[in-house]
């Protein structure tokens, strides 16, 4: 199975592999993550401020690991066994979910588990730069984005399937994500990695002055990222936010769900738009729904207003999530390919630790209105970060 680009030319069968991959990890983790709000809360008796707290912490452990596997990569030439490490790792921290008796005990877990997501983060992404032509690269991070996304709808999907099934024992339901999990690990065992040029590689060291040979161009895209990641909160908050109009646990993972299927429609579509389209179009077209989304969930009151916002949420990371991908494989040198990438994903991941730490201290003391006004603030203040930005930075 193959996608065409315009000019007739196909998408590397390793990018299909990488994409069911993570499409398999996803609905594994989107199990879990659509659970574990409600767990921390219902069962554990963690307060929302906690709650913030920990996911994002665990989302800057992401960041902060990819860093380091990104440059690991770059400086060890292979990829692929950095990713399937990731990849295991965050396999056997499925189980510690369901087995936790303490808020401590799932933090650790989510600790562990997002340390796996970091290590396969950016040598995966820089992977799929190497193996897939530069015109199509918009198209590739899109279809790997696309499929990831169907896992994160299968995922709720699964949860809500068997709560109802378990009559809500959110312990048993957790017991599921093992399975797909070990079956992405499987998957990129059969994933060939190209050998990289002599001309690729020979300068590469593993230093702190790696950082300093990334052009001006890639740090004004990092600049944008960040800021564009402290205008969206954890998604924690959407599973919070239907809970809170009053949907029972069984109900709740379609926040997720809504959201991913909007994500993974539009995101491939999105992707190989970004291989013709200017990319300051797509970064203000990505900056409305986020926008809209914060407007609509502030004033909810009942399911309907949190199912559009959560696929305006969805329509907002499928138009700028595959882009920033792209310009920042653009804007790297080949041989500090990964290095770029954990960098810029460091620098989301502290912007979405505030974030998501914002966004819990204000819930708790004024309610989820204000924290979405806030979230809606932040997002016209990146809009006009793209509009002031010279353009020339984009290409």
């Known amino acids: 199975m193959v996608s065409k680009s315009p000019a007739g030319r196909r998408l590397p069968a390793g990018i299909w592999l990488l994409g069911c ?31 913030g707290i920990i996911e994002g912490v665990a989302e800057a452990a992401v960041a902060i690991t990819k860093v380091f596997s990104g440059s690991l990569s770059d400086y060890l030439r292979h990829r692929k066994w950095i990713v399937v490490g990731g990849y295991a790792l965050a396999a056997f921290t499925k189980p510690m979910f369901p087995l936790a008796q303490s808020i401590s005990s799932v933090f650790s877990a989510r600790f562990i588990d997002r340390i796996g997501k970091g290590i396969r983060g950016a040598p995966r992404d820089a992977l799929i730069a190497d193996i897939t032509p530069p015109a199509l690269r918009g198209a590739a991070y899109g279809l790997r984005q696309s499929l990831d996304s169907m896992g994160a709808v299968i995922g709720p999907l699964l949860a809500l399937g068997f709560m109802l099934w378990l009559a809500n024992d959110i312990r048993a339901v957790l017991w599921v994500a093992v399975l797909p999990a070990f079956i992405a690990v499987t998957l990129l065992l059969f994933l060939r990695e190209p050998v990289q040029s002599p001309a690729s ?19 004004v895209i ?11 909160f954890s998604e924690a908050f959407l599973i919070l936010r239907a809970q809170d109009v009053g949907l029972g646990l069984g109900q709740v993972p379609l926040a997720l769900v809504v959201m991913s299927l909007s994500y993974a429609l539009f995101a491939y579509p999105a992707g190989a738009a970004a291989d013709r389209i200017h990319h300051r179009s797509l970064l203000l077209a990505g900056i409305a729904p986020l926008v809209a989304a914060d407007l609509v ?3 909810a009151d009942s399911a309907l207003p949190v199912w559009i916002g959560c696929a305006l949420w969805g329509l907002h990371m499928a138009f700028t999530q595959g882009l920033f991908a ?29 974030a998501s730490v914002i966004a819990g201290a204000l819930w708790s003391a004024y309610g989820p209105a204000l924290t979405f006004w806030t979230g809606a603030g932040f997002a016209m203040l990146a809009g006009l970060g793209v509009l002031f930005v010279d353009s020339r930075r984009f290409k």
């Open 21 to 51: 991959a993570s499409l398999s990890m996803d609905a594994s983790s989107e199990l879990v993550h659509s659970l574990l709000p409600v767990f921390m809360a219902s069962v554990l008796g963690a307060s929302i401020l906690t709650i």
């Open 201 to 219: 590689t020979r300068d590469v060291r593993w230093s702190v002055a790696d950082f300093g040979q990334l052009p001006a161009r890639f740090w």
């Open 222 to 232: 990092v600049a944008l990222g960040g800021v564009f990641t402290l205008a969206r």
């Open 297 to 299: 969930l502030a004033a």
């Open 326 to 354: 792209k310009l920042v494989a653009d804007a790297a040198p080949d041989a500090l390919r990964g290095t770029a990438f954990g960098v810029f994903n460091l620098a989301s991941g502290v912007a979405l630790l505030l």
